[in-house]
Each structure stands twice: as structure tokens, then as C-alpha cells.
């Protein structure tokens, strides 16, 4: 019986040691993807686009990942904006990230996405991130729950843990956010409509429709190629 | 005496299991340590949460009172006594069932498997098979006398 006593007191004390080295650890939010890179880069890259065709409007829309009211949009309002504008081939959409230095994740949830458009799943990972937003509510290191949204759109995990690891997009992603302060960002979501900031008080698919169709409008059509 | 040994032992290590993702529910430490499992897609599922506790609370409950009711039916005054191997089987069947339950959830709804609550289901498994086995043999050394 004795021994027995002491047997359940060696695995109580084991097991306690495992269980503080295992919530000791640090998160698995690889440094070089959530963190501001050392350098930053031009790589010519700017911005994942959604079009069909070749539109006379684009919207560029300067995003966080972790931001709630970006979430929003994505979840109400692109919908209809892709059935009704980008699908209809009136508007290209252009994504640039703007990591906002009060969210602790975000530049890591930008990072994967860019490491899911790396295998050609950007859009896919963009709205994972943001229909899961629950992870940017808790403040928990959301590594494992974007590995697992990178398995669920079919992503190569190794290639994926590789890029992460790496930090691969973190100047790409840094870049941009620079490029966001020269032209004025100062939130998210902010849009600039054929370079001009959107000013309306509610970014609703109908305000971007009123302005996509008020400048298809006053367009001029495309000449015609010439037939020989 | 040994089958109650046994399932101090198990309830003991099942106890650390459902401490550890309780603590994580909490956001104490990092990410689970799950290898390639879905461990953050179940745990921060809207069933992770029941009654506005985290699911592996009732864990920790649970596997705190084996823990105790094994050991407490370990004295030398209460090692005939059946109802104390009443009591872990009807705990252990609680448990079994709790967690019959959480593994649907997690194979036919969220469709992720935590490798933590796999480990966990596994444990109060053994604990019930354990503590039912007991009880049919000692009712069977002692069969009770109808009047």
C-alpha cells in the first residue's frame, strides 16, 4: 500500500512538470512572420487582385486581419460586392495589408495569407481568417488554428510551416503598410477608388456600386481594335 | 484494491489532461501542442463551451472526484465496502458518456479531432471498463440474500 502512495506522488510530480513545461513554452507564432521585419523591400508586388477582365474602376482596400470592423466587411458586404461588381467585371478589387501596430497577431494573420497566395490561395485564406474571426477576440496565439485553416483550403502544409517559419512576406507585408501611410491610412478598412479616397460615412456594397457605376458611366468606351 | 489503485492512477493522468486544455481555454501558455491535429479548431468551436464554462473544466471536476473517490475507497475500513465501488462506476459511466458525446461533436459536427480529448476518451475508458469489472466481481464473491 505504501508503495503505492508513493507511486501516485512521483506521477503527480512528473506529470505537473510536464504540464508547466508545456504551458511554458512559447506560443508558435514564428517571430520572423509576426513581427516587423529587419529591412524592407519593394518586390513590385502590390496586392492580391479579384477581376474579371479588365475594369475601368478599382478599389484598393488597405485591410488589418485582426480588425473587427474588416471582418465585418468581408463577411456582409463582399458578397454582394463580388456578385454584383467584381463579378460583373465593373471593378477590380485590390487587397493591401495594413497591420495595425495595436493588434498583437495581425502581421502574423497577414503573413499567412500571403503564404496561402504563395500556393494560390490568397482569397481563400482571406476569408478563412476573417470568417473564423473568434481568434482575434481571444488574444491566444492563433498558430495551430491557421494551420489548420491552411489544411482545410488544401494548402501544403510543409511549404506552408516553411514560409511561416521563414518569415517570408513579412518586408512584402511591411512594405505595404508604408506604402498605406504615404497615402494617407490612418484605419482599417480604408479604400481609394481609382486612387481617390472613399469618403462616404458607410462602406456599403450600394456606395461602391453608386461610384463604380457613376464612373462607368462618364467613361468613354474603349476604342475597338482597328481590323485589318 | 488494485482495480481502485488503477483508477486513481488513470484519473490522475486524465486529472493533468483536462487541467491542460482548461488552462489553455483560459489562455494561459501558447498554442496547444497538438502535432497535426485540429486541437484549436475544437477548442475554439462554439462546443468548447457548455453553460458558459469551458468544456474541459467539467473535465477537470470530473476526473478530480475519481481521483478522490478512488483513493478515499483505498482505506483499510472502506476496501469491502461496495458502494464505493458503486460510486467510481457510476462516475466513470457519467464521464463515458460526457465523453461519448464530445467525440460525435468532434467526428460528425466539427469535424476535427483534438488528439488531447482523443487521449482523455481513452482514459475514462479504461477507468470505466476498470470500475464495472470491479463491481461485477464483488457482487459476485458477495452475492446479496433477497428477503
Known amino acids: 500500500m505504501n508503495r503505492f502512495y508513493v507511486v501516485i506522488a512521483v506521477l503527480a510530480v512528473v506529470l505537473g512538470i510536464a504540464l508547466f513545461v508545456l504551458l511554458g513554452r512559447s506560443g508558435g507564432a514564428a517571430a520572423a512572420a509576426a513581427g516587423p521585419p529587419v529591412t524592407v523591400e519593394d518586390d513590385g508586388f502590390r496586392g492580391y487582385t479579384l477581376a474579371v477582365g479588365d ?11 485582426e480588425c473587427p470592423f ?17 463579378n460583373t467585371g465593373k471593378v477590380r478589387w485590390r487587397y493591401r495589408d495594413f497591420p ?5 497577431y495581425s502581421r502574423f494573420a497577414a503573413h499567412a495569407a500571403q503564404c496561402a497566395g504563395e500556393q494560390g490561395r490568397f482569397w481563400e485564406m482571406h476569408d478563412q481568417l476573417f470568417s473564423h474571426h473568434q481568434w482575434a477576440q481571444t488574444g491566444k496565439d492563433p498558430s495551430a ?33 508604408q506604402e498605406g501611410d504615404k497615402v494617407g491610412v490612418n484605419g482599417t478598412p480604408t479604400f481609394y477608388i481609382n486612387g481617390k479616397v472613399f469618403t462616404g460615412s458607410r462602406a456599403t456594397s450600394d456606395a461602391f456600386k453608386a461610384i463604380a457605376d457613376s464612373i462607368i458611366a462618364h467613361t468613354p468606351p474603349k476604342p475597338r481594335p482597328a481590323r485589318n | 484494491m488494485r482495480s481502485r489503485q488503477a483508477i486513481a492512477l488513470l484519473a490522475l493522468v486524465g486529472f493533468f489532461v483536462a487541467l491542460y486544455l482548461w488552462l489553455h481555454a483560459l489562455g494561459v501558455g501558447g498554442a496547444l501542442k497538438c502535432g497535426t491535429g485540429g486541437c484549436e479548431t475544437v477548442q475554439t468551436s462554439r462546443w468548447a463551451v457548455l453553460f458558459g464554462v469551458p468544456v474541459a473544466f467539467y473535465g477537470v471536476v470530473g476526473y478530480f472526484a475519481l481521483l478522490v473517490g478512488a483513493l478515499v475507497s483505498l482505506r483499510p475500513a472502506a476496501l469491502r465496502d461496495r458502494k464505493w465501488n458503486v460510486m467510481l462506476a457510476g462516475l466513470s459511466t457519467i464521464g463515458l458518456l460526457f465523453t461519448a458525446y464530445l467525440t460525435y461533436l468532434e467526428l460528425f459536427v466539427i469535424h476535427a479531432i483534438c488528439r488531447w ?11 470505466w471498463v476498470v470500475a464495472v469489472i470491479a463491481l461485477r466481481r464483488q457482487d459476485a464473491r458477495t452475492p446479496r440474500h433477497v428477503s
Open chain 1, 100 to 104: 495595425l501596430p495595436v493588434h498583437r
Open chain 1, 70 to 86: 474588416c471582418a465585418n466587411f468581408a463577411m456582409v458586404q463582399m458578397p454582394t460586392i463580388k456578385e454584383q461588381l467584381i
Open chain 1, 55 to 65: 475594369p475601368v474602376v478599382e478599389i484598393t482596400e488597405y485591410s488589418d486581419f
Open chain 2, 117 to 127: 480529448c482523443v487521449g482523455s476518451a481513452v482514459i475514462i475508458t479504461v477507468i
Open chain 1, 145 to 177: 488554428l491557421f494551420r489548420d485553416l491552411a489544411k482545410t483550403i488544401g494548402l501544403d502544409q510543409a511549404r506552408y510551416d516553411t514560409c511561416m517559419t521563414a518569415g517570408r512576406y513579412a518586408s512584402r507585408i511591411e512594405f505595404s503598410r
